[in-house]
């Protein structure tokens, strides 16, 4: 059974800092693409960036790619996401995906998802 674990989430300040990783266990992830999602109340699960196997990433703008950055250690199966500059409306559950898939911004394309880990961010 493919299970992904998330941590790093908490209480930060506006303009501050935040790395979250995702370690997936249970399978064969080498070639898998992983993926960074979040959801606060009231709002649909929204994509925040993307990575595959070989290193190619894909983030949910241009903006966001100026403060957000995912990386990934395939050796570990791991991937991670660094958060900058980051703002009261980034406040929400992160969550890890993965999938044998190419790069997507669309959360049912990814057969596997982590539990979520908060990240809140005070104004």
């Known amino acids: 059974q493919v299970q992904l674990v998330e941590s790093g989430g908490g209480l930060v300040q506006a303009g501050g800092s935040l790395s979250l990783s995702c370690t997936a266990s249970?399978?064969?992830?080498?070639?898998?693409?992983m993926a960074w999602f979040r959801q606060a109340p009231g709002k649909e699960r929204e994509f925040v960036a993307g990575i595959t196997w070989n290193g190619i990433s894909l983030y949910y703008s241009d903006s966001r790619k100026g403060r957000f950055s995912i990386s990934r250690d395939s050796a570990k199966n791991t991937v991670f996401l660094r958060m900058n500059s980051l703002k009261p409306e980034d406040t929400a559950v992160y969550y890890c995906a993965a999938g044998p898939i190419a790069l997507s911004r669309v959360a049912s394309e990814y057969a596997d998802w982590g539990q979520g880990t908060q990240v809140t961010v005070s104004s």
């Open positions: 249970g399978g064969t992830f080498n070639r898998e693409t």
